[in-house]
């Protein structure tokens, strides 16, 4: 598995970090118990294609928004991940 | 038919042309009392159990593809019960125990080997760490030994003991650990059960569950048909969260890969199982000579059955990093087992919130291991509708308690456990 990083070009999978899958969203505060559960705990764990945070630690250090086939590792796009990515670590 | 040194004579004076099947390969009723999702090793025993130990002997188990083409033959064959937290530690005993008495239990020669595991330690602060888990072991009556660095030389001499950054300093030991034949695991199981009368039934999907009025689970849908049940357990370890999914679940768990090696063959080296505490790195040699091992996860979610080079390249790293002597020694094969990675790295042994849907699920890289353990347990909560007390914590609710089983202190991120 290699990664085609905006902005670094093609790299290989030991210079990015994972971070899971890009759909939770942070509730707001003062959600509701069931909702913080879902988003800490529960996962869709999808076989198929799906979204996820990837960070380029040993390259450009940005978080990208990948789209990736978990039953053959196809990766079909690969995005800057704007912002979303830095909210979702807590930076 | 039963095995023994008699049966084997008889069999060699023909030839060993006339051994019969070791297991019925069934076909498919209308209806069981219990039907068990998953062909594995954990499937098959808990059929197993229900049929032996808890009378219940109308039992299937339904496999997608043949049995034991999953993670039962993608381990790295390693049995122990070292582990340290309230809910892991007397469970795992509890599997060991079984480990122990397993091939009389089976009549089947499942190669239950008890060469011993040991776990090395790379600073005073690990030292703390392993003496403290040997303690927890001992006041629960496990076997542990902490060894200090002459016990470690004389037991393996060839480590890199002087590692400049990593010297080894001593070991935590489990003589009682040591390794099982995987394959012959789950023949054995399938060996045992069937000859109770587990229906076991291959090439068989489970493709959704049927239910009734009130919402309890009546059966399930299959690739060969219906099949009705009074209860459905699923052991489907690295495909939990798809099948939990046809029954409306989401679980808490993530399915990743993690890969093991063998290497060529070489004359007999490492005496029991053993592992690089500064990095992760396992190891065992097996009666063949090769060299089995493995390391991490490869970190990203998958369903592919096949890891990436980095892991390989980290887990061949650590094993360099404790005998330089491997370094030409050439890999023979690799392979990847896909895991369920639950949120604090603890399985889940529970009924569902679905009536009649029973889980088995959230091995993480644990569960050969803990196949006897699991099946025991599983089939207690079949039968009785009670969860065994070995595995009370074990429930699919504790990440809402907070009740967390997290021996590594890594939090709801499953690809760190």
Known sequence: MRIVCPFCGERELGEFTYLGDAKPVRPEAGASEDEVFDYVYLRDNVAGETNEYWYHGGGCRAWLKVTRNTLTHEISSVEPAAGAGAAKVGA | ?417
């Open chain 2, 1 to 417: 038919m039963k095995y023994s040194i008699f049966s084997l004579a008889r069999a060699a004076l023909s030839g060993h042309k006339n051994w019969q099947r070791t297991w019925r390969d069934a076909t498919p009723k209308d209806r069981y009392d219990v039907v068990i999702i998953g062909g594995g090793g954990h499937g098959l025993a808990t059929a197993w159990f229900l049929a032996s130990e808890y009378g219940i002997k109308n039992v299937a188990v339904l496999e997608k593809g043949w049995i034991g083409s999953g993670n039962a033959g993608r381990n790295t064959t390693i049995i122990r019960s070292n582990y340290g937290l309230p809910g892991n530690t007397g469970f795992y005993e509890l599997s060991m125990k079984l480990w122990e008495r397993m091939e009389q239990d089976l009549n089947y020669n499942t190669m239950v080997s008890q060469r011993g595991v040991i776990n090395l330690y790379h600073s005073d602060a690990q030292r703390d760490a392993y003496a403290r888990r040997g303690n927890t072991m001992r006041i629960n009556g496990i076997d542990a030994e902490l060894l200090d660095l002459a016990a470690v030389r004389k037991m393996i001499p060839f480590l890199n003991f002087d590692n400049a950054r990593f010297p080894v300093q001593g070991g935590l030991l489990q003589r009682r650990g040591g390794t099982a034949r995987h394959d012959a695991v789950v023949w054995g199981y399938a060996h045992a059960a069937s000859a109770l009368g587990v229906d076991i039934i291959q090439n068989c999907e489970v493709t959704g569950f049927t239910c009734d009025a009130k919402g309890k689970v009546t059966g399930v849908e299959t690739s060969r048909g219906k099949i009705g049940a009074g209860k459905v357990g699923m052991a489907v370890a690295g495909s939990s969260s798809r099948v939990a999914a046809m029954a409306g679940l989401r679980l808490p768990i993530e399915s990743h890969v993690l890969q093991a090696f063998v290497s060529e063959a070489i004359k007999p080296l490492i005496p029991g199982v053993m592992t690089f505490g500064a990095g992760h790195f396992y190891v065992s040699q097996s009666d063949k000579g090769g060299l089995v091992f493995g390391g991490d996860i490869d970190g990203y979610n998958s369903y592919a059955q096949r890891g990436n080079m980095p892991v390989m390249e980290d887990v061949c790293e650590g094993g360099m990093a404790l005998m330089p002597m491997i370094g030409r020694v050439r890999l023979l094969r690799q392979w990847g087992g896909i895991m369920d990675m639950s949120m604090d790295g603890s399985p889940i042994i529970d009924k569902t919130p679905v009536d009649g849907l029973y889980i088995n699920a959230g091995w993480c890289y644990g569960g050969f291991k803990a196949t006897p353990g699991s099946g025991f347990v599983f089939a207690h909560l079949l039968a009785r509708d009670v969860p065994h007390e070995e595995a009370a914590r074990f429930r699919l609710d504790r990440f809402r308690r907070g009740a967390m089983i997290d021996e590594k202190g890594q939090g709801a991120q499953p690809n760190l456990h």
